[in-house]
């Protein structure tokens, strides 16, 4: 099987902030992830990338937010882009008066 692209799309939220989404299914696991895809969401604003979820080879799956990475647990690429929608949502509320 060669790598299928799933998803690439660019959301425009505003004049200043878009989301951009890619999702490949790939014959082999990643490493450092135990699942057949790999991804990159990404959320910017103002030029700067301030929400991503990603899984870099060696890194394994994980998400960034406001400069920090945490671990990520993938489960399917619906929820993935569930909890990147949720992420924005809270970045965009935490970040309102900014």
Known sequence: MKAVELVRTRVIYSETAFAELVLWQVPNPVAGSAHAFKYRLAYVVDGVCVVRFDNEAGKGDHRHHDGRQSAYKFSTP????????????RWNHENRDA
Do not use: G, Q, S, V
């Open 78 to 89: 619906e929820k993935l882009i569930a909890d990147f929608e949720r992420d924005i949502a």
